[in-house]
């Protein structure tokens, strides 16, 4: 790898990669069956698919990048790690990307890594594989500055079949963006997509306070950013605790790439340094490109608010 790249777009290279083996992994688990699925709490699955996608990925940074931080959704686990997991090749189109000074010098100290290695976990078992994502956040301090999502399911919308590799998107906050192209979503109505699996009264009464002309309940954070990506939703309302930072910090550094938003309910960003909590207690507010967050804040209801301080 060229090691003249800064640290920043090394890492975000190596992990579009890292992500790209662990779709495979994901395919290739359900392929063979052997979910051996282990039940983390109320709604809150996890499977074999999950502990090797996660072993792939912080193996491939941490042996490249031994000095940052790397947070993964699920607990260190003993699953087997092949020498073809371990990714040492990283995405040459990110590796050329030219970064502002201010991220080209990043000490390895100040970086933390927030690793999904499959987002929407309920929907995989139920073999809803379009929603689901690998997500890869990487903060620099307390902002999320560089995200991978990697879709191991993706079917473009002429093709009826799956795409071989899946598809990555990647975004750098105030740099660029690589794997897709954003589309505004369309004017004159309101699309709010929310969980599919976590809904609550709280939860709809701060959808029903947007008057959405449509809602689409959908699995994972990953792939709710995606609907705003590309224009088939204006926000993505979550009035619940149920989110985490490994959730939210890849998603939301590829949304500001591209002129999105996303913040707590009450109009906070969310900070993803090692010394921070994991749970995003205050909810999740995320709006496309062109949308008006304030708009969406303002009309959230004082009691929902209330609930999540």
Known sequence: MAQSAALLTRI?????????????????????????????????????????????????????????????????????????????????????VKLPSHLEDVNPKDVCVWVDPLDGTAEYTQGLVEHVTVLVGVAIGKRAIGGVIHQPYYKNDENSTYIENGRTLWGIDGVGFGGFVPKLPPEGKRIITTTRSHSD??????????????????????????????????????????????????????????????????????????????????????????QSHQWYLSRIPDEVKQKLQ
């Open 12 to 96: 975000l290279a190596t992990s579009v990669s890292a992500t790209v083996q662990a779709g495979k992994i994901i395919r290739d688990v359900l392929n063979k069956g052997g979910l051996n699925i282990v039940e983390k709490g109320k709604n809150d699955l996890q499977t074999e698919a999950d502990r090797c996608a996660q072993r792939c990925i912080i193996t491939s940074l941490s042996n490249q990048f031994p000095n940052i931080t790397i947070i993964g959704e699920e607990e260190p686990s003993t699953c087997e790690v092949p020498s073809e997991w371990i990714i040492t090749e990283a995405d040459q189109e990110v590796l050329q």
């Open 201 to 290: 009264s709280i939860v709809q009464s701060a959808i029903k306070s947007l008057n959405p002309d449509e809602v689409a309940r959908v699995g994972g954070a990953g792939h709710k950013i995606i609907l705003l990506l590309e224009g088939k939703a204006h926000a993505y309302v979550f009035a619940s605790r149920g989110c985490k930072r490994w959730d939210t910090c890849a998603p939301e550094a590829v949304l500001y790439a591209i002129g999105g938003v996303l913040t707590d309910l009450h109009g906070e960003r969310y900070s993803y340094n090692r010394e921070t909590t994991y749970a995003n207690t205050r909810g999740v507010l995320a709006t496309a490109p062109g």
